[in-house]
């Protein structure tokens, strides 16, 4: 009687090392509003860049160190000028003048921000480690 596993023994010996999964990261200076502790969404407001694109998924950081993983589902533009209170809440649970002040000195080594655009992004997140 032949039993297929020793004739295939050496099936995942063949496959050879596969380096670990690496996604880009996006580094937080602050879990601002505890929305890193949702369970299945979050909002976050980055400086526009061709880095972040809807259906990536990315390594989410808290000053250097993985938090977790999460996909973009969709991304809104927003010029500095047209952030709103609404935002200001989501992003960081604070009023909009000084959400605004915040982010100019966040920022300022991009130049002035009232010319910048902004992404307010919705992640999803990874339940399991990627």
């Known amino acids: 009687m032949n039993n297929q596993w020793n004739h295939h023994i ?14 880009p990261k996006i580094n937080l200076g602050e879990n601002y509003n505890n929305k890193l502790a949702a369970t299945h969404s979050f909002q976050v407001l980055l400086p526009e860049s061709d880095l972040y694109q809807v259906g990536e998924t990315y390594e989410i950081q808290v000053k250097g160190k ?10 809104s533009v927003y010029p ?5 209170s609404f935002v200001s809440r989501i992003d960081r649970g604070m009023k909009l003048e000084e959400y605004q002040r915040q982010l100019q ?19 999803v997140i990874v339940k399991n480690k990627p």
């Open 10 to 23: 050496n099936l995942f010996e063949q496959q050879g090392y596969k380096p670990p999964l690496t996604f």
């Open 66 to 75: 993985t938090f977790l993983y999460a996909i973009c589902e969709a991304i």
């Open 80 to 84: 500095f000028s047209r952030i709103s």
């Open 105 to 123: 000195f966040e920022f300022r080594h991009l130049g002035s921000v009232e010319n910048l655009k902004f992404y307010f992004m919705n992640m």
